[in-house]
């Protein structure tokens, strides 16, 4: 089959399906070879199924932990199958009942042109509420993130001080927004001092540090003369180290992700830090509470009223980092495990039919 373009621009949808596949598990960092990109025909719809064109794909860091074997919160990707993710994808043909050709939805369709759906976990996107590609990131998973683990664990109360890492990322950046809405005093833990200048002066964080520059514990303690009430878990490492004395009495740790050990293949060298770590938790009656995204899937509907409420009146701001090309996916993954992203992460694989279409 030939998907048609109704693109008066005159763009040529791709006439086959490049998919990108994990060709071998990585051993710490991940390298271009741990990927394939392979082409083959367009799958054909079957009853009861549409065709799908991907045009944004999310990067997130959770895929580095799909290219692993062995048992986590969710089923690694084999070897040789495509690689998963998640995308604002458009209808090409379909076969499901309220699904339309030219109908935008968010799927698990993973990194490739095209893929097949029978509807079952996809929905539709909303345009009135923003830029498709925001379904992805503030209005998507990462800001349901920010907001549940926020909201439902860290309990933000007017006055406490909350300090959040990856603060220039998806999901820091939004937590701090969030927190400033509650009326907390936010300081932002970024690498580099671009991303701190955005976290401070865009973001309206009240302070941000450079987690690059040597003695960031001292800077951090500066920076909260008042102790930690909140500390929000993105990275883990060295970040936590400078964390954990200034916690307050009853903190409260939403463990939402810790990047900064997805590469390990092995534990840290050291001494035995458990028992301190206990020990702090016991003393100073701290609550660490672990949680994934879609334990929260319920608060979906207040979260998307509240947050693209709060982003048409201007007090949340977000920025994405774009590149082109699917061929590009498995480089700004491994660059995101380093922070090379600056925002949230998305392939644009295919061209934005808004920006297809004339205005
Ligand atoms: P980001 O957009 O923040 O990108 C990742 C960022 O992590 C990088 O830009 C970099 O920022 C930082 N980073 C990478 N390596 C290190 C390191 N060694 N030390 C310190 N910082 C590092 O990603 P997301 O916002 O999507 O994700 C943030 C965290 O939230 C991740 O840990 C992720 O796994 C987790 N997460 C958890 C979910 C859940 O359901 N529990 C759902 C979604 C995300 P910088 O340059 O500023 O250091």
């Known amino acids: 089959m030939s998907p048609q373009s109704n693109d008066p621009a005159g763009w040529q949808p791709p006439a086959k399906n490049r998919r990108i596949l994990l060709a071998s598990r990585p051993s710490g960092e991940p ?47 084999e070897i040789g199958e495509v690689m998963v993710g998640q995308s604002v994808s458009e209808v090409v043909e379909s076969d499901v009942p309220d699904y339309h050709p030219g109908d ?12 097949l759906s029978d509807g079952a976990g996809t929905q539709k996107v909303d345009r009135s509420l923003g830029p498709i590609s925001s379904a992805l990131g503030l209005l998507g998973m990462p800001g349901l993130t ?41 300081v932002g833990i970024a690498g580099g001092q671009q991303k701190c200048r955005y976290v401070r002066d865009e973001l309206g964080f009240d302070a941000c540090l450079d987690h690059h ?34 916690l307050n009495n009853f903190a409260r740790i939403p463990v939402c992700g810790l990047i900064a050990h997805y590469n390990a293949s092995e534990p840290p060298p050291g001494p035995d830090r458990v028992p301190l770590f206990m020990r702090a938790i016991l003393t100073k009656r701290l609550t660490f509470r672990g949680f994934i995204v879609f334990d ?42 380093k922070g090379k992203n600056f925002g949230k992460k998305v392939i644009r694989v295919n061209p934005d039919p808004q920006e297809r279409q004339p205005v």
Not at 104 to 115: F, I, M, P, R
Not at 156 to 177: I, N, Y
């Open 213 to 246: 520059q040597p003695e960031l514990a001292e800077r951090l303690k500066t920076a909260c003369p008042n102790g930690i009430d909140i500390y929000f878990e993105n990275v883990g490492g060295p970040i936590l180290d400078a964390v954990l004395p200034l």
């Open 146 to 186: 920010a907001y549940a683990g926020l909201l439902n664990i860290g309990k933000p109360r007017p006055g406490e001080t909350v300090v959040v890492a990856a603060a220039a990322g998806a999901v820091g950046s939004v937590v701090g927004q969030l927190a400033k809405i509650k009326g907390c005093r936010v």
């Open 31 to 77: 390298s271009p070879e741990n990927f394939r990109l392979v082409e083959t025909e367009i799958p054909e719809p079957g009853p009861g199924q549409m065709l799908l064109r991907t045009i944004y794909l999310s990067l997130d860091p959770y895929m580095r932990g799909r290219m692993n074997a062995g048992p986590s919160y969710a089923s690694p990707v």
């Open 296 to 337: 929260y899937a319920s608060q979906y509907p207040e979260f998307i009223t509240d947050m693209s409420g709060w982003l048409s009146e201007g007090r949340i701001k977000y920025r994405e980092d774009v590149t082109d090309g699917l061929e590009n996916a498995p480089r700004e993954l491994i660059g995101l495990l």
């Open 104 to 115: 935008l939805v968010l799927a698990a369709s993973g990194w490739q042109d095209y893929s």
